[in-house]
């Protein structure tokens, strides 16, 4: 049996997406209360439909690049549930798909700015409502892409090894007060995220797109939401109580290859 969750506070960015929204309920059925956050406009029916109980839930709106927006944000989290445990630091974009010689310098600045100034906010926000608590933990979204190389890609390559970056900085920093911060590293997930990269790369072909990444992956398949969940679950649990400053790839072995 997994570690109970039961009454650890969880905040979560990007929680109307595949991986948030998954992540929401997965740690939600074991025990925690919620404070789901995404961008004004996002589809928050399904995690509603999820977690129906509006004292486990609380849905907030914010751009993870507002200060001010975020900051209120952790400010409702700790007024409604008194802490916050759990920090899944998750909201991104994937940005267009372009070589480097072609792609636009305010895509990329785009990208760095959701993907990297946005986990740093979080961090700087959360971090110290966990050092008051002297315990947390924080779960960054980084990706395979945080690691390795991908062609097409380079400005979420680059936020993703930023990610990583401010994961390991956050570790050595924060453990000594008791806050473990780690990073999930996913491979490509089935989700409107992978479609998009997949449309990108080859207009009009994106199942062929798929199938080649696919292939490449020594499961042979992409991964699902809920197996990225099972991993942010764990790490956010006293399972992983000696867990601090780790990168955790959930890419069927892609990294391994
Ligand atoms: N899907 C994959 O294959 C995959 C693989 C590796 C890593 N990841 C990472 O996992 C995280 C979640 O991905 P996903 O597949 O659920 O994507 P998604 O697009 O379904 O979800 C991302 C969420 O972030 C929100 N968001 C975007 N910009 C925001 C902003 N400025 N402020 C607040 N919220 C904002 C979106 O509204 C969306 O709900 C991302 O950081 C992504 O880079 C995804």
Not at 127 to 152: D, E, H, L
Not at 196 to 216: D, K, L, R, Y
């Amino acid at each position: 049996m997994p570690h109970s969750l039961t009454g650890k506070i969880a905040l979560i960015t990007g929680a109307a997406g595949a991986i948030g929204l998954a992540s929401a309920k997965l740690l939600a059925a074991r025990g925690a209360l919620i404070a789901a956050t995404d961008i004004a406009g996002a589809d928050v029916g399904p995690l509603r439909a999820a977690i129906p109980d509006e004292g486990r839930l609380l849905v907030l709106e914010a751009d993870v690049t507002d200060e001010a927006a975020f900051s209120a944000v952790v400010a409702a989290t700790v007024e409604t549930f008194g802490t916050i445990d759990i920090f899944f630091n998750n909201a991104g974009i994937e940005g267009p798909v372009a070589p480097i010689p072609d792609f636009q310098t305010d895509s990329f600045r785009k990208v760095v700015d959701v993907n990297v100034t946005g986990i740093f906010l979080g961090l700087k926000l959360v971090i110290p409502v966990m050092a008051k608590a002297g315990r947390g933990s924080i779960i960054n979204s980084s990706s395979v892409a945080g690691m390795t190389g991908a062609a097409g890609l380079c400005a979420y390559v680059a936020s993703k090894h930023a990610v990583l970056g401010l994961t390991q900085a956050a570790a050595v920093e924060w453990g000594a007060k008791g806050i473990r911060a780690n990073c999930t590293n996913p491979g490509p997930i089935d989700s409107r995220m992978m479609t998009s990269i997949e449309q990108g790369a080859s207009p009009g072909a994106a199942a062929a797109v798929h199938e080649g990444f696919a292939a490449t992956i020594p499961m042979k398949r992409y991964g699902t939401p809920d197996e990225v969940a099972g991993v942010v679950a764990f790490l956010a649990s006293e399972d992983a109580a000696y867990v601090n400053g780790a990168a955790y790839t959930v890419d069927g072995g892609m990294t391994a290859a």
